[in-house]
């Protein structure tokens, strides 16, 4: 990633008075965020009539649930300065594994086991990569996305696996209490987590600071190396988990499962105000752009917008959050000038 | 330096001629003259668009939405030809290149102007290219017996014994030679990825730089755009997915560093020829073509690593700034 932009960050940026702590939360990207999320909803309970009913509403959290938890280790991977695009083939393997296996008989946790360990085994490789070989993770997880997709391919060609055991269902299917899916828990208690390791632990803020100055990390006695590779693991874990839950929503593989989704996690991560330029970001704001897309497209939905055409807006919302903190910086920069 | 990129064209002849060697002991017809011309053919769109791509690394860019620029301009000149019967063929040309090249600028407006990465800008205007494609379709093939014969035909036509599609690869080849070796624009575009610092002291406005060679990227995509559909006769929203991959891994095999600044136009096209010889293989040796993804993926991973290590080897770092360079390599 780092060796692709060459934009360094401007140090004049930094102000110097920050101001009092409540005009910093209002003026947050996770605020504004969280006003474009109401606004959302708003809009939708007007344009559609059925949109506004608890069972509804739970359903839509589908939309987004999966991605998120990929989106949560995607946020500090690109913290970090790196990018995973192979996290969609890698739902992609682990599926086609757990397909495979569930045909020859094994039961719900050796599938799920199954899921997990592809996962992690697939982050272990990418991380070798990356952090021991000094790859550039851009182009690594270009390659290792069309490997992972590429086996399931060879493995499943144009068929597809169906036949799990009825009790696999429940991960993507089942409900903890009311309607709560399984899903839906599992995204909140993983927010938790995730938010904990990334802005509680030492390990947090050893990512960050790489992010930041990857050279003074090292200097500092940071492990970036072993940093890194802990990253991809937990993205390689993440999309694990995904696949389980994906799977055991859809009940069948086929080799194009999750295709494109790796656009999707990082348009997540990105509208969340983590900086894809690395060092900056936080995982509240990548809930609340899970929420956001997710009511974007559940929205589109209702108002019988095709899958192709959503996906320009995903597109358009992308590069619209990236370039708008640009300019209005670029605005603000010529005002004081 | 250059020594290291001779040896390393070379080496990659060497490999494609050991493959083809290897696949003719298996499958007698595959080494023929005419076997071979057909696999050139077969990979022309690819070293057009392989070209493209390569001129958009060398600035230290990348442009992933070569595949989904393909389908949105092959899908509006192929509708232009099927409503319009009688518009000149050369004119439906030419609003390919510009409908591609108008693409490829916006991406490089958006990379000069925002200063957005532009793996993000290209990851997001490959989903806007493509359903755009849908929007002006509304999801409808487009089909042979639509399109006229003329515009069916004309990559098709003999010349000299070979189709003119192969023609157009050969041509699009020099130019693109001619281009980066020989003009101001091809000098910028290495010292612009080579070493940004360095350009801008030596008045080379890099920013204008990258939106050229993504302008031409574009051109060269919509160019693709109209031979893909022509030679396949059909025009639909997903032509060619996933075929911005297979342009990334032609450079990448070709010893193009994806650092930016170092790679030759011989590189590029020997990379696209690789991957063309695996592909046209597979089928004759009896492998799944479903394995062809994986294939290439491998071939990219490998590549990467091979280029690190030769890039590494020829250590480029003339003074030390710092070691800075050296660690975050």
Same mark, same amino acid.
């Given at each position: ?120 085994? /697939? ?121 389980? /839950? ?92 | ?171 699009? #080849? ?62 639909? #929203? ?92």
């Amino acid at each position: 990633m780092s060796d692709i932009v060459t934009e360094t960050r401007t140090r004049s940026a930094i102000p110097d008075r920050l101001g009092t702590p409540v005009s910093r939360l209002l003026g947050s990207w996770e605020v504004l965020l969280f006003g474009v999320a109401i606004a959302i909803f708003i809009a939708n309970s007007f344009a559609s009539p059925y949109f506004l009913n608890a069972w509804n509403l739970s359903d839509a959290t589908f939309n987004f649930t999966e991605k998120a938890m990929i989106a949560f280790a995607m946020a500090m991977l690109i913290i970090v300065g790196e990018i995973d695009l192979s996290v969609a083939a890698i739902i992609a393997l682990a599926s086609t594994a757990m397909g495979a296996a569930a045909q020859m008989g094994i039961g719900t946790p050796g599938l799920v086991a199954i899921g997990l360990a592809v996962g992690l085994v /697939c982050g272990a490789i990418n991380g070798t990569l990356v952090s021991v070989l000094k790859l550039p993770s851009i182009v690594v997880t270009i390659g290792t996305m069309s490997l992972f997709r590429g086996i399931s391919y060879i493995t499943l060609g144009d068929k597809a696996y169906g036949k799990y055991p009825a009790d696999f269902a429940y991960f993507g299917q089942g409900y903890v209490v009311w309607v709560f899916s399984f899903e839906f828990v599992l995204f909140i208690a993983l927010a938790v987590i995730f938010g904990i390791i990334l802005h509680a632990t030492n390990f947090g803020r050893q990512v960050y600071v790489i992010g930041n100055n990857e050279f003074a990390a090292r200097f500092s006695g940071i492990p970036v190396e072993r940093v890194k590779f802990k990253l991809f693991l937990l993205t390689g874990l993440m999309s694990g988990i995904a696949a389980v /839950c994906l799977t055991s929503r859809l009940g069948s593989t086929r080799p194009s499962i999750a295709q494109g989704w790796e656009l999707e996690v990082v348009t997540m991560v990105v509208l969340g105000g983590v900086s894809i330029l690395g060092g900056a970001g936080t995982i509240a704001g990548v809930v609340i752009a899970a929420f956001v897309m997710g009511l974007v497209t559940f929205g589109l939905g209702l108002l019988n917008v095709p899958g192709i055409v959503m996906s320009i807006f995903v597109g358009l919302l992308l590069i619209i959050t990236i370039a708008l903190p640009i300019v209005v910086r670029r605005i603000k920069f010529m005002s004081t000038k | 330096m250059k020594k290291l990129l001779k040896h390393r064209e070379l080496l990659l002849v060497g490999i494609i001629a050991i493959m083809v060697a290897g696949f003719a002991t298996r499958a007698p017809g595959f080494a023929t003259p005419g076997n071979l011309a057909n696999i050139f053919n077969d990979t022309s769109i690819l070293i057009i668009l392989a070209l493209g791509q390569m001129t958009v690394i060398l600035t230290k860019s990348i442009d992933l939405s070569v595949a989904a620029n393909l389908a949105f301009t092959g899908m509006a000149v192929a509708m232009m030809d099927a409503t319009y019967p009688g518009m000149p063929l050369a004119l439906l040309v030419i609003l390919a290149v510009g409908i591609g090249a108008v693409l490829g600028a916006i991406n490089g407006t958006l990379v000069w102007w925002l200063r957005i990465p532009p793996i993000v800008v290209t990851l997001g205007t490959l989903t806007i290219y493509r359903g755009m494609a849908f929007v002006l379709s509304g999801g409808a093939w487009v089909n042979s017996h639509q399109m006229t014969p003329g515009f069916l035909n004309f990559p098709r036509l003999p010349v000299l014994g070979m189709p003119l599609l192969s023609w157009m690869a050969i041509g699009i #080849v020099l130019l693109m030679w001619v281009v980066l070796t020989r003009t101001q624009f091809g000098r910028a575009t290495y010292a612009s990825g080579g070493n940004p610092t360095a350009a801008v002291y030596a008045g080379i406005d890099t920013g204008r730089t990258k939106f050229l060679a993504f302008t031409l990227s574009g051109a060269l995509a919509g160019l693709a755009g109209y031979l893909w559909v022509s030679r396949y006769a059909v025009a639909y #929203v997903d032509v060619a997915a996933g075929f911005e991959l297979d342009t990334v891994a032609a450079c990448v095999i070709g010893g193009i560093s994806i650092a930016g600044g170092i790679g030759s136009v011989a590189g590029a096209v020997l990379g696209a020829l690789f991957l063309g010889v695996i592909k046209n293989a597979l089928p004759v040796i009896g492998i799944s073509p479903f394995a062809q993804m994986a294939i290439s993926g491998i071939v990219i991973v490998l590549a990467v690593v091979f280029n690190a290590r030769a890039e590494r080897r020829a250590g480029r770092i003339i003074l030390r700034d710092r070691g800075a360079k050296e660690v975050s390599a």
